[in-house]
């Protein structure tokens, strides 16, 4: 047996290591350490912090043992070594390092790792590789940061009760089945990616401001009890959410769902949603959030959407939907619209001065207001129903594409004098189709519109002016 660094493992410390969880629920409940306003303080740090400035560093398990006992923090990084077994060990001890607070690990293989005894661990990290038995994390009660991510740590069940400092914790672990964070009041940041977990009570965690959570068996997560959330990641099976407590919103993510409606009428501080991929969302409520500046909601079942109220919203993606009706008067700030694939009629842009980008093919079209919008550089207009059209406005535009509509006779562009890209076959009683001699290119190159990407059927003529 391969064992690092210079201490056996009796066989009661070794039965520790193989308990199915992490930490331990046991007796009365540890308390935090913590003053108030410390937990936020430590987060903010942490985001920011570099452990490998002041750690020492090693690029195998094997040179832990010439590290001084006394060392406070260590790096082992064999993610660019050659040979694979620096990063191997059937039991890593770090019992012997009583003053280590701050482990990191990249793309270790071991069998077991043995914090138990570290009782002034702050932060311990593990990015790749592979721990065989669950890291018993009961005897680190000043543990603040616990990040596995991107390997195979066969947790199951997770225990954190033990640890009450833990401001930040992320855990990405397909066996994970079960987290108790019920006695971890300074909780703030909690990242979950645990496809078997089938539940999340974090009603106990009121400082906390940023969960992410991907779980496919998850139905429902109550958020009610997180005044302070300002980020909301749920990537599950979501059946239902209610965020009318959680009023600090800033961003609201709750892709790939089950939800028929989501209202976010009291998150008024919210910038950006992005609940895509719900196919059953009916019903969304965003009326008067003037903070937002995203919404993305590609592959819903909405078929009315009126964000006339939402002054600052920037980037609307509403693709692959059922929309009928979209309004978007007032959104003077609107830079990028994205609904192509919907069943929309007609969509008056007029009033979004600052768009540069609108795809709005596949829908059915029979007219387009761009009046006004004289920044738009892209418009993909292409399998409509459009017989006339006016871009007289969109001197900016490069790329044009009105592929499979219903335009006929001749079609005057001369005015696009930057127009690189267009697409006008598929028309087939369009006959004559205009454009500028030369564009003007990058840096103010002319270049000549032969060398420019007009496609057209052979039916179409297409002469300069």
């Known amino acids: 047996m391969k064992m690092f660094s210079g201490r056996v493992v009796t ?58 006992d006394s ?20 039991t890593l001890d770090l019992s012997r390092f009583t003053n280590l607070e701050s482990f990191v690990g990249y793309s270790l293989d071991l069998g077991t790792l043995n914090v138990s005894e570290n009782e002034n661990l702050k932060v311990l990290k593990l990015d790749g590789g592979e721990v065989d038995h669950p890291i018993n994390l009961s005897g680190c009660p000043l543990l603040q940061n616990l990040s596995l ?17 833990l401001v930040n914790c992320v855990i990405e672990d397909a066996t994970l089945n079960s987290l108790n964070v019920h006695n971890n009041p300074n909780l703030i940041g909690l990242e979950l990616n645990a496809p078997k977990l089938e539940e999340l009570d974090v009603t106990d965690n009121d400082k906390l401001q940023h969960l992410t959570l991907q779980a ?9 009890e997180n005044p302070n959330l300002t980020g909301l990641t749920l990537n599950c099976g979501l059946e239902s959410l209610d965020v009318s407590n959680n009023t600090k919103l800033i961003t609201l993510g709750a892709r790939e769902s089950a939800l028929t409606s989501l209202d976010c009428s009291k998150n008024t501080a919210l910038e950006v949603l992005n609940a895509e991929e719900c196919p059953k969302l009916t019903d969304l409520n965003i009326n008067g959030l003037t903070t937002l500046t995203e919404v993305h909601v590609n592959g819903c079942a909405l078929t009315a959407l009126d964000l006339s109220a939402n002054e600052n919203l920037t980037y609307l993606h509403a ?17 990028l619209v994205d609904a192509e694939n919907n069943a929309l009629t007609e969509i008056d842009l007029s009033d979004n001065a600052a768009l540069e980008e609108v795809t709005l093919s596949s829908n059915k079209l029979t007219e387009v ?60 009683d369009l006959t004559k189709v205009i454009v500028p001699e030369t564009v003007t290119g990058f840096k103010g190159k002319k270049i000549s519109w032969k060398d420019c990407k007009y496609e057209s059927d052979s039916t179409t003529t297409i002469t300069t002016k």
């Open 149 to 165: 991510r991107y390997g195979t740590f066969n947790l199951t069940s997770v225990d954190l009760s033990s640890n009450p400092d």
């Open 369 to 428: 207001n761009v009046e006004n919008d004289t920044k738009l550089k892209t418009l993909e207009l292409s399998d409509n129903e459009l017989s006339d059209f006016d871009f007289d406005t969109c001197v900016k535009l490069k790329k044009l594409t009105l592929r499979n509509n219903k335009l006929s006779g001749t079609l005057d562009m001369s005015m696009l004098k930057k127009l690189r890209t267009l697409d006008v076959r598929g028309n087939t």
């Open 71 to 90: 060392v406070t923090g260590i790096v082992v990084d064999v993610s660019t070594c050659v040979d694979n077994d620096d990063g191997k060990a059937d």
């Open 216 to 224: 496919d068996k998850i139905a429902t997560v109550d958020v009610s």
């Open 319 to 335: 693709q692959d939907g059922k929309l009928t009706s979209l309004d978007l008067s007032g959104c003077k700030k609107l830079e």
């Open 11 to 68: 066989g009661l410390v070794l039965m520790n290591l193989l308990v199915g969880c992490v930490g331990s629920s046991s007796g009365s409940a540890i308390k935090s350490t913590l003053a108030d306003g410390e937990a936020e303080k430590i987060y903010e740090t942490l985001l920011l912090s570099n452990e490998s400035e002041t750690s020492e560093t090693v690029n195998s398990v094997s040179d832990l043992d010439k590290l001084d």
